[in-house]
């Protein structure tokens, strides 16, 4: 048996809509500056790109969309957050929460040549609550399982992103490489520092 991550295509997309959406819509930190939540058009235009991020195509995201998704993706962060501080028990209470309220339930879609998959919808089939379901629905596959300690927050100092590790080894610690290359560059000027004796 290989220690590869198991996470079938749609578990995955929607958990990296899941971090896209996180990382998006809401505030904290990122890449050593704070960063603010967008509000507005920028709120819509964040939503959208967060959807599309994975090379689906663009959606129609109305305001109401976007709010309902930014309110979902501040109590994804807490999942992320809890996962980071091994508090699984905690995680798993907002994720039962989320299924809860975005009445998430399984049906088998066929996707064409791939055949049936495993698919969650919400109470209706509009944008904001199909993805709050999908999403609910893909961390509560990955809580569910061996794959929990696979939702990650940054470790760079100044950065709150979040992501999914579907590396080999299951190591990643940063959101981005450039937040990797930034951790590198300060331990390097670090050692390049002569000490005082």
């Known amino acids: 048996m290989t220690s590869q991550v198991t996470f079938d295509s749609h578990v995955f997309s929607v958990l990296a809509a899941a971090v896209q959406l996180v990382n998006r819509l809401t505030a904290g930190q990122f890449g050593g500056v704070d960063y603010a939540a967008p509000e507005g058009a920028a709120q819509v235009e964040a939503t ?3 959807l599309s991020a994975d090379g689906r195509p663009r959606p129609d995201v109305t305001p109401a969309d976007a709010k309902q998704l930014a309110e979902v993706a501040t109590r994804m962060r807490a999942v992320f957050e809890a996962v980071h501080r091994s508090e699984i028990d905690q995680a798993a209470a907002e994720v039962n929460a989320l299924l809860l309220d975005t009445n998430a339930r399984p049906q088998l879609d066929n996707s064409g ?10 109470a ?3 944008l904001a609550n199909g993805w709050s379901a999908g999403c609910a629905a893909g961390l509560a596959l990955a809580l569910g399982s061996d794959l929990a300690g ?3 927050v940054c470790a760079a100092p100044l950065c709150d992103r979040v992501f999914v590790d579907a590396s080999r080894n299951s190591q990643r610690r940063f959101c981005s490489p450039q937040c990797q290359s930034r951790v590198k560059a300060a331990a390097h000027r670090a050692r390049q520092q002569p000490t005082h004796t």
């Open 113 to 122: 040549e791939l055949g049936w998959s495993l698919h969650f919808h919400g």
């Open 124 to 126: 209706d089939d509009t």
């Open 48 to 50: 959208a790109d967060a």
């Open 150 to 152: 696979r939702l990650g």
